[in-house]
């Protein structure tokens, strides 16, 4: 009979209260400010582009507009072959035009050359630029960068025709523009500025709504959690409020439901095992009285054995064996219950375990039949009985279904406070499917057992004591053929007194 009566609280665990950087806030305030920060940075960089190039466009279009109708104007008053003071005149006309705007004029006419006053501080036209100019009939310009100044460098060659100026035909007179973009360089430093500035925001009214939305979020899951922990720890009643009609509602319903087909399960398990155990119980405390009057009757019979002959002394052999068999079926069965109901205690005393051992050997008459190595000295915390009781079953089962010889061993554990105890023997061994189930109830290793007198429960027993004492124990093969048990016991049980 197996005991599932008791439902096995979970292990008791520290949890942390504090979130790691890994936890559900964390992971959703980092998601929507990295949401928040690629979505400004992404519309500010594109609004930065837009109006930086249109700024540019703009103000490229103007000053090359202006220059060109400027120029237009002041090459009317020139001879087709201009000499040094025409030019000096013609930048210098250009120049005072547009002082307002730092106009920088340069005039080239084969090897002549006039320049502005201003020109020598700024950047003047690349050999790229110049080449363009001299070879193509059309304005080119460039922005050149210089530091954190600008400025916008304007190629115009004069053209004319057969009967003056016109825009077809190169004259060999250019004129290059240097305009430093200052007003626009401000313009785009303060669209810098306004992105920067409208980014920190967003990103704090992200943070900001993470933060309400996982607390929306995280409040039923932590219930949820919590709720799990306490059906863990054995409270099956545990119930979620259900609010609202999305998917987190359906998640707690869902539990809620889980839960009370769980607790209907678990009380009727319960009832029912309760029942069982209460039953066998009942049944063996029952059969104690009548058991007692048939060892009686078994007992007088026995004496008279020798003075029956055929039949009716085989009769009251086999009776007589049968009722002890019963008896400690019984025996064995008021032991489990007692387990099962948690009413078994121990009694501790401080003891010599070697001689311990060799008492439970003398008491059954097993010494000449058990090699020993009991080293003197150990001691341990246990109850005697129960003791006897371990050392008794897994030699007794060793002499019964081993093979000699059979051997007792008693030494210190290797790894941490404690005694190993083993019984081995040098017989067929344990087939691998049984090894598994050697400690269930009423198991039997094979069917060749399965009318012994052993009722099935002694190896049960013996784990049970064992493990009342906070030991191990388990069973295994030799390698050189049989069994060997070993039990593990602690120095002194942990959490575990004698009853006063």
Known sequence: MTSQGHIPKAAPRERSRSRSLGGLRARLLFSFVLVAALSALGTGALTFQQARTGVLQQSQDTVVNQFRQSVDAAVLELPSAPGQEELDSLVARLAREHQTQQWNVLATYGDLRAASSDLASVDGPTSELRASVETRPVAVFQRVRTGNHSSLVVGLPVTYSGDGYTARTLSGLTLYLIVPQKSEQAYVDALV???ERATLPALGLAALLALLLARGVLRPVRALSKATRRMADGHFDVRLSVEGTDELADLA???NDTAAALEESI?????MEAGARRFAADISHELRTPLAAMTAVTDVLAEETP?????TADAVHLITEETLRL????DDLMEISRFDAHAAELNLDDLDLAES?????AIRGWPDDVLTDLPDGIRARVDPRRLDVVVANLVGNALRHGGQPVTLTLRRAPDEPGVLIEVSDHGPGIPESALPHLFERFFKAGPARSRSESSGLGLAITAENVHLHGGHIHAANRPGGGAV???????RPHGKEEPT
Do not use: I, Y
Request: hydrophobic letters at 50%; proline letters at 3%.
């Open 485 to 491: 048990f070993t039990v593990e016991l602690p120095l």
């Open 193 to 195: 500025t306004a992105v």
């Open 357 to 361: 051992l060799r008492r439970t050997l």
């Open 327 to 330: 008896a400690r079926l019984v």
């Open 253 to 255: 319903q869902a539990f």
């Open 307 to 311: 003075g029956l002959v055929g039949d």
């Open 267 to 271: 009380t009727e398990l319960r009832r």
